[in-house]
């Protein structure tokens, strides 16, 4: 983590690059002071390192966006890091009535792109925060229900670290190869 971000007292270490983007300098400039915003409110120029090994760590990150309700316009005021393990990302497929696929079958005037949009399910995409994490243990609690804060997919940015477990469909770390070895070190230390 600590070579990963090399760090200046005078200087940030992290700069966007537009160089090579096809853009007017009106939005060059547009999009480097959104840049510099961003980087302010993360606070990333101090907290670079915290930032790094949170998602190093995990293998994801979720940061969810706060604006004024009243003035949207004036873009986000704060973001908020979220614990990743009480995140949980929601894709579920919105149910066709009966009466489409009827319509669908009855009516032969309509077109092939009009079946086809009313064949294709609608998908509905969203987070669920959980303020008390469910860990996949199997174990029962005794309390009923974990209910969550469903949060909508704009309201949350999040970077993952693009491992994906083949069998579970979890997002892994780069550090996952290393927890077994941990804990086999951890075990040894504890029967020495």
Known sequence: INEAIVSDLYDSPIEIELSNLNASDKLKNII????????????????????????????????????????PEEGIKEIRYIDPIKMKFI???????????????????????????????EIKEYFVYTPKP????????GTGGN???????????????GLVDRNKGLVLSYLHKAIKALNQLRMIEDSL
């Open 134 to 141: 469910s860990y996949p243990s199997g174990m029962v609690s």
């Open 147 to 161: 209910q969550g804060i469903k949060m909508s997919k704009d309201s949350v940015t999040y970077v993952t670290s």
């Open 32 to 71: 480097r002071d959104e840049f510099k915003n961003v980087k302010e409110i993360l606070d990333f120029d101090s907290k670079s390192h915290e930032i790094f090994r949170n998602w190093y760590v995990d293998g994801r990150l979720y940061y969810l966006k706060v604006i004024d309700q009243k003035k």
């Open 91 to 121: 894709r579920e497929e919105k149910k066709a009535n009966k009466n489409d696929y009827m319509n669908i079958k009855g009516n032969s005037s309509q077109s092939i792109d009009d079946k086809a949009k009313m064949m294709t399910p």
